[in-house]
Structure formats: structure tokens, C-alpha cells
């Protein structure tokens, strides 16, 4: 992982996101990563250290610079499988620096999902991470640091498959989301700005019929079996 306080005046230079609407906050994305099945893809991580190289990924609604946006993953292989996102985003980093933070939740985890807010440096968020072993709690609450301080999230789910399912994992990043299950909130001091991340896995059973299309399929075929039996009379 790289040192902040060395790339800090570079990641300045370079904007820390792209200008959004009036009166919202400048959000960006410094580092990233995802863990499928044990194998960690990320910038300053491993390599490939493109988003659109995470075998699985479809990166199309996610904005790589702000970091806001929708990640989808889709796995259909059958057996045990995790699949998680850890991201270290910035907010109005420019005016307020990236160490007056901290990080909050709303809701609760679902079946098979652990989360973690942690310093990104010097807590332990991502070696937990790197081994599935998120730790279901945030060390960056006003609590730990009520001046604030830097401030990194990341999710996994743990799930299984069996033949012709098909997982679903949707990863959403925005400054506000309505969401029904988990929400980890991180939150500027300086400005109030916000940003939540939400995951949800959906499983779903591919390439069998329903019962009522296999009782129209049934009906089908004995009408065509009617139907030349007449014909050979």
C-alpha cells in the first residue's frame, strides 16, 4: 500500500474528484481493491490493477475517479465462494485534509456478510480483508476519534452455490442511499459531507422451468401428440 502523507500533494494536483453538483461535496476514490476467493485485485495492490480486469465485474455504472456508482459481480461456479470491495475514498480532501473523518453504520449485516471501518494505514482493515477476516466493527467512530481521522470500508459475503445458480453482488457508493439492510456511513467533520456504501447478494436458480411452464409445456406437447394422431387416422 502507498504512504498518503507522500502522495497527498499529488493527489491534490491531480483534483480529488471530478466537479459535481452545487453544493455537494468533492469525493474521491485513493485506493480500492476486491477479494475473489482469496485472490486480491487492486490499484497499489496486485495486479491487473484495473477495475475492468476484476474477473466477473461489470464496472460500467461506477465512476473510478469519485468512486460513486454501482459495482455488479456475477459468479455462477458451483461450491463455496466470498466476495468483497474495500475502498479508501476522501472527502473535500482538498480543504479539509484526509485525517477529520470517521465512520458509522445504519441497519444490520445480512446472512454471510461482514463489513469493517478501519484506518486504512495503521488499523488492521486491510489485512482482514486480504484473509476474509473482516471484524464487524468500526474503529473510526466519534467514540475512538472524536477530532476525526482517516477513514476506509470494505464488505465481503460468503455464499455457496449449488448447480445452475447464479449470485448476484451488487455494491452501491453514493452520499446518500435508501437502503433497507446494511449502510457504512463515512463522514467529513469539516464540510458534513457523507458518504454510504451498501452491498446485496441475490441468488437465483438459471435454466429451470417454472411448475406452471412445465404444465403449459405438457399441454403443448399432448395437443401435438392429438393433433398427428388425428392426422394418421
Request: aromatic content about 10%.
Given at each position: 500500500?502507498?504512504?498518503?502523507q507522500?502522495t497527498?500533494?499529488?493527489?491534490?494536483?491531480?483534483?480529488?474528484?471530478?466537479?459535481?453538483?452545487?453544493?455537494?461535496a468533492?469525493?474521491?476514490?485513493?485506493?480500492?481493491?476486491?477479494?475473489v476467493?482469496?485472490?486480491?485485485?487492486?490499484?497499489?495492490?496486485?495486479?491487473?490493477?484495473?477495475?475492468?480486469?476484476?474477473?466477473?465485474?461489470?464496472?460500467?455504472?461506477?465512476d473510478?475517479?469519485?468512486?460513486?456508482?454501482?459495482?455488479?459481480?456475477?459468479?455462477?461456479t458451483?461450491?463455496?465462494?466470498?466476495?468483497?470491495?474495500?475502498?479508501?475514498?476522501?472527502?473535500?480532501?482538498?480543504?479539509?485534509?484526509?485525517?477529520?473523518?470517521?465512520?458509522?453504520?445504519?441497519?444490520?449485516?445480512?446472512a454471510?456478510?461482514?463489513?469493517?471501518?478501519?484506518?486504512?494505514?495503521?488499523?488492521?482493515?486491510?489485512?482482514?480483508?486480504?484473509?476474509?477476516?473482516?471484524?464487524?466493527?468500526?474503529?473510526?467512530?466519534?467514540?475512538?476519534?472524536?477530532?476525526?481521522t482517516?477513514?476506509?470500508?470494505?464488505?465481503?459475503?460468503?455464499?455457496?452455490?449449488?448447480?445452475?445458480?447464479?449470485a448476484?453482488?451488487?455494491?452501491?457508493?453514493?452520499?446518500?442511499?435508501?437502503?433497507?439492510?446494511?449502510?457504512?456511513?463515512?463522514?467529513?467533520?469539516?464540510?458534513?459531507?457523507?458518504?454510504?456504501?451498501?452491498?446485496?447478494?441475490?441468488?437465483?436458480?438459471?435454466?429451470?422451468?417454472?411448475?406452471?411452464?412445465?404444465?403449459?409445456?405438457?399441454?403443448g406437447l399432448?395437443?401435438?401428440?392429438?393433433?398427428?394422431?388425428?392426422?394418421?387416422?
Open positions: 500500500m502507498e504512504t498518503k507522500l497527498l500533494a499529488a493527489y491534490l494536483c491531480a483534483g480529488a474528484a471530478a466537479p459535481g453538483l452545487a453544493g455537494a468533492d469525493i474521491g476514490l485513493f485506493e480500492w481493491a476486491f477479494n476467493d482469496g485472490t486480491v485485485y487492486g490499484n497499489g495492490f496486485t495486479t491487473p490493477d484495473a477495475i475492468t480486469d476484476v474477473p466477473g465485474l461489470d464496472s460500467t455504472s461506477f473510478e475517479t469519485t468512486g460513486l456508482g454501482r459495482l455488479v459481480y456475477q459468479n455462477s458451483i461450491g463455496d465462494h466470498f466476495f468483497g470491495g474495500y475502498f479508501d475514498l476522501e472527502i473535500d480532501v482538498a480543504d479539509n485534509g484526509f485525517s477529520n473523518e470517521n465512520g458509522s453504520t445504519a441497519g444490520a449485516a445480512a454471510g456478510q461482514s463489513w469493517e471501518m478501519d484506518e486504512p494505514f495503521n488499523g488492521d482493515i486491510f489485512t482482514n480483508f486480504q484473509a476474509n477476516t473482516l471484524d464487524n466493527t468500526s474503529s473510526v467512530d466519534t467514540t475512538s476519534f472524536p477530532i476525526g482517516d477513514v476506509a470500508m470494505a464488505t465481503i459475503y460468503a455464499y455457496s452455490l449449488l448447480d445452475n445458480q447464479v448476484t453482488i451488487t455494491i452501491d457508493i453514493a452520499e446518500s442511499l435508501n437502503t433497507s439492510g446494511l449502510a457504512l456511513i463515512q463522514t467529513d467533520f469539516g464540510s458534513g459531507g457523507t458518504v454510504e456504501l451498501a452491498a446485496d447478494l441475490d441468488i437465483r436458480t438459471q435454466g429451470v422451468p417454472a411448475p406452471a411452464t412445465l404444465v403449459l409445456l405438457a399441454f399432448f395437443g401435438l401428440h392429438r393433433t398427428a394422431a388425428q392426422r394418421r387416422a
